[in-house]
């Protein structure tokens, strides 16, 4: 039934479009700052700094820097916003539920694609972002400015290998994924509230609004930490190439992500394995 | 005509929900800062500006606008401005409005007036409701502001306002924020002529400032050309009217651009309301 899913999905235009916007927007980036600026030193996240063209690997760092702010966020919630809503948009949701499976079954199978796709986008935006830094700036050892750590005095510089720096980077994505969770979980739930997917996905991207707006409040720092989607939460990814490896905020920010995300995804079922279907 | 669109407007809940979320915003910032602590330092803007709330009711409002002015109250004018057309459309009454005798351009006029009229309210509300809240919690006094691009470690760049000039200069603050926000309320209103769905006249207009801050050099390198043509990434130099001297540089160009975004989206809308074919 998964297969069945995925075949759906990967035929369809919105997909390929998402995606190729993903892949083709940190080449294009690649392109601007290789053509503009490429000696430059590029901040990334709150405390990192890259020099672009002392190797290949920045590219990735400055690309999820970038996107992680609007355009990562922007293709999970498309891609789980359309899981249920484009069914009950195109009318086909009721003759989905007719085939002998529980809805709980198609829930999980739609779930698990639009997850599936969700990786697949941060994948295919930070490995196209790797191939052209890779094509452009060469295979080198990276190295990475620790503004925090830097006084007049030290100047705190890490250098990784090619090996290495490959594998922070994966690291790094992991991070990237378990913060758009709750994101995906929201527009999963609001997915099954809507028979309209633009309203789900604008819904989605509101969550990640308001909880910055709210970040942003003075007299409101006590709330930060339990936000979905801060400031802080979005560059924590970077802590994976300072050294020593700052994982402190980790824990937290998992634990977080998984509790914002299981009872969004409660909610969608309980909402889903009772709703009325009309469309 | 624009009495009836008035009080038609003024009877709908969504007009006094949006209103009350404003108060209820500035008034929970209040409830929020006296509870963590209004003796400790806040910092506004990214200048920034430092603030011990405690000091002077004019706190409270500085603090208010700041934090509302990239997200909320574009959120407010969006869901004015969106709502004037397509919330017609989408009860299929637009049809019904526009048999009445009197020309798309002046309906228009009205629709566009009375959202106007609202979107002024509300910017106007979050500056006056925290200040309220501020004269009862910390009574009128002088607003000492520290400028903290100016400070070091040694010398402290404090300015004291007296409560005169502190009114003066909130004053100007709100009206160059109400000005801020003329490029989103146009383009809402051009989506809320194009669509027949509010929910995306809004959201194109919040769209608006977000792309206006994706497409920052912060986060986006290569697009600093860009910067100083944004529609709202300047609506924060405001916060330079509580240094000293004031540096009023950057102002009036963003509310030269305001005026040219604004002119450019109102007059789409009107060109896209006159030919449109209105079905609903």
Known sequence: ??????????????????????????????????????????????????????????MPLIALNAMLLFLLPLAVAIFAAQAVADEAAWGSLRYLLIRPISRSRLLAVKA???AALSVGAVATASLSALAAGLLAFGWRPLTVLDLRHTTAFHLAVVTFPPGAAAGRLGLALVYVMALVASTFAFALLLST??????????????????????????GLHALGPWLPVTDAGTALWTS??????????????????????????????????RMDVLD | MIRVELAKQLTRPRTYLTFLALTAFALALTVALSATGPGRVERVGDIPLLLVPRTSMFTLPLV?????????????????AGEALAGEAAWGSLRYALARGASRSRFLGSKAAVAALFSI?????????????????YGWHPLPVADGSASTPLRLALV?????????????????????????????????????????????????????????VDYLPGVAVLNGYMPNNDVDLWQHLFQQPVQSAGMLHFLVLQAVYSAAFLALAWWWFLRKDVLE
């Not at chain 2, 959120?75 to 004015?80: D, G, I, T």
Request: positive net charge.
């Open chain 2, 160 to 216: 004291t306002f007296d409560q005169g000039q502190a009114l003066g200069r909130l004053g100007l603050a709100t009206a160059y924020v109400a000005a801020g926000m003329s490029s989103i309320f146009a383009f809402a209103l051009f989506l809320s002529a194009v669509s027949s769905r509010p929910l995306v006249a809004v959201a194109g207009g919040v769209g608006l400032t977000i792309l206006s801050r994706v497409l920052n």
């Open chain 1, 193 to 218: 509230l809507t028979a309209r997917p633009f309203s789900a996905v604008a819904g989605a991207m509101g969550l990640g609004l308001v909880s910055r707006a709210l970040d942003n409040v003075p």
């Open chain 1, 1 to 58: 039934m998964i297969s069945v899913e995925l075949l759906k999905q990967i035929s369809r235009r919105s997909v390929w479009a998402t995606l190729a916007v993903m892949a083709l927007v940190p080449a294009l980036l690649t392109a601007v700052i290789g053509i503009t600026r490429p000696a430059l030193a590029e901040r990334v996240g709150n405390w990192g700094s890259v020099v672009t063209d002392s190797s290949g690997f920045t």
């Open chain 1, 112 to 114: 698990a694609v639009a």
């Open chain 1, 240 to 273: 994976a190439f300072f050294q020593p490896v700052d994982l402190s905020g980790l824990p937290h920010a998992a634990l977080l992500q998984a509790l914002y995300t299981a009872v969004f995804l409660c909610a969608a079922w309980l909402r889903f394995a």
């Open chain 2, 64 to 80: 208010a606008l700041s934090s509302t002015m990239k997200f909320f109250l574009p959120l407010a004018v969006s869901v004015f």
């Open chain 2, 121 to 137: 309210a509300a910017v106007v509300l979050v500056p006056v409701t925290a200040a309220a809240a501020g004269l009862v919690a």
